[in-house]
């Protein structure tokens, strides 16, 4: 992805979401990321 890809991408998350949503938004995808990268590391269960 180029750099304006990026800022494009970001523009339309603006308008969809609001800037008073925003930052609520990325604290769940961070921890969403977060989750993720714990869970591939563990065994599954059976």
């Known amino acids: ?3 304006v890809e990026i800022i ?3 523009a ?12 609520e938004l990325m604290k ?3 921890r969403s ?3 993720f ?3 591939k590391d563990e065994p599954p269960d059976k």
């Open 1 to 3: 992805m180029s750099v």
């Open 33 to 35: 990321i977060k989750e």
């Open 8 to 10: 494009l991408i970001g």
């Open 12 to 23: 339309v998350i603006l308008l969809i979401f609001g800037g008073k949503k925003l930052p």
């Open 28 to 30: 769940g995808i961070g």
């Open 37 to 39: 990268k714990e869970g």
